[in-house]
């Protein structure tokens, strides 16, 4: 079994609807992070939890929530779908230390919003 | 602005060729920087991860060197084979960085032809 887990891996829905992507890892890592992947401009930081009472945004959080139920899960919302949200979003772990640390990423959730 | 950057973006050799993959980046002052192999349609996974204090790591036939005066790493992969077709990113987590973001280069599409 992965040790970061995503589901789900591959969605379609429609504009204005809610959808939640969901993390969970197996690592006993304490810290967790979305992000997104598009063609042409990489990965960007939506969101990231160094515990289960802490939650950051990162430069791109507009139009996204979290929730960090649990120091192993850890899920990212989208209110309202737009299609511009269409994107490969990926959830990362890490230990705590210095600086970002070692990151482990899950497979990846591919998300179409038409 | 703290930038990451991958030159070229795609890259193309015979299989037994020695890979050589650059890494540049716009500060000095990082916490660490990270090597990623990326299969199409697959997650990262990590490859090596050099500490600011460091200025090489091995893993393998995978030597990633780090030379933050003049802000450049370069992964090597000896003896190049099919498998080793993937996209390349590398990742620098700055001292100075809002968030703690860690900020991705564009990456290298690398084909080894058997």
């Known amino acids: 079994d992965a040790d970061v887990t995503q589901t789900p891996r591959n969605r379609i829905t429609k504009t204005g609807k809610r959808i939640m992507l969901e993390c969970s890892q197996t690592?006993?890592?304490?810290?967790m992070y979305w992000y997104r992947q598009d063609p042409g401009l990489g990965l960007r930081l939506i969101y990231y939890?160094?515990?289960?009472?802490?939650?950051n945004k990162g430069e791109i959080s507009d139009g996204y929530s979290v929730s960090r139920q649990a120091q192993a899960k850890f899920s990212l919302s989208l209110e309202s779908a737009i299609p511009n949200q269409t994107a490969l979003y990926f959830c990362?772990?890490?230990?705590?230390?210095?600086?970002?640390?070692?990151?482990?990423f899950g497979e990846g959730s591919r998300l179409t919003v038409l | 602005k703290q930038e990451v950057t991958q030159i070229p973006a795609a890259l193309s050799v015979p299989e037994g060729e020695n890979l050589v993959l650059n890494c540049s980046f716009t500060?000095?002052?990082?916490?660490?920087l990270q090597w990623f192999r990326q299969d199409p349609g697959k997650g990262l996974t990590s490859l090596l991860l050099?500490?600011?204090?460091?200025r090489e790591q091995t893993s393998g036939r995978l030597n990633a060197s780090l030379d933050k005066s003049s802000g450049r790493s370069t992964l090597y992969i000896a003896a190049s084979q099919p498998g080793d077709s993937a996209t390349y990113l590398c990742?620098?987590?700055?001292?100075?960085?809002?968030?703690?973001?860690?900020?991705f280069g564009g990456g290298t599409r690398v084909l080894v032809k058997p």
């Open positions: 990362a772990t890490s230990m705590t230390g210095v600086g970002t640390g070692e990151l482990f």
């Open positions: 690592k006993g890592h304490d810290r």
């Open positions: 939890s160094f515990d289960v009472k802490d939650i």
């Open positions: 500060d000095s002052a990082i916490y660490n």
């Open positions: 050099i500490q600011s204090s460091q």
């Open positions: 990742a620098v987590s700055w001292v100075k960085a809002a968030g703690n973001k860690l900020t």
